[in-house]
């Protein structure tokens, strides 16, 4: 009889515990709903600073040049801002597309930065 007790408070206990931890859990979750740029890294990746001339411009000359006159130019800003307000830019740089495969996650990181600041000329 005794035994029979100590299974089931044991069992209680157990019960109350996973239930406070998923209480916990659930009630931690925010709404995910901006996109996350991650903070700088010390003498890694500025996503604070972004300008197209001084950091976009560069990545897009770097990188998006492979297709000649079939492609808009991404390095001229007008036909970058098209492709931003229309909402392609950041399915293009996705790791899993022909573009973002070429870009490291910084670069990624920094499109995302100035997008999300409204994709300044500047």
């Not at 209680?12 to 901006?34: A, G, R």
């Not at 890694?44 to 998006?64: L, P, Y």
């Not at 909402?87 to 499109?111: A, E, M, W």
Request: glycine share 6%.
């Amino acid at each position: 009889m005794k035994f029979q007790n100590k299974k089931n408070n044991l069992i209680s206990f157990f019960l109350v515990v996973t239930s406070l931890m998923l209480s916990i859990f659930i009630i931690s979750c925010d709404d995910q709903d901006e996109i996350f740029v991650p903070p700088p890294t010390p003498g890694g990746c500025d996503t604070n600073n972004i300008t197209f001339s001084g950091k976009i411009q560069e990545i897009m000359s770097s990188n998006c040049n492979c297709h000649g006159v079939s492609a808009p130019n991404f390095a001229i800003y007008d036909n970058l801002k098209k492709s931003v307000d229309n909402g392609n830019l950041l399915k293009y740089i996705q790791p899993d597309q022909h573009f973002g495969s070429v870009l490291d996650t910084c670069d990624r990181s920094q499109i995302k930065a100035w997008v999300n600041k409204g994709a300044p000329d500047n």
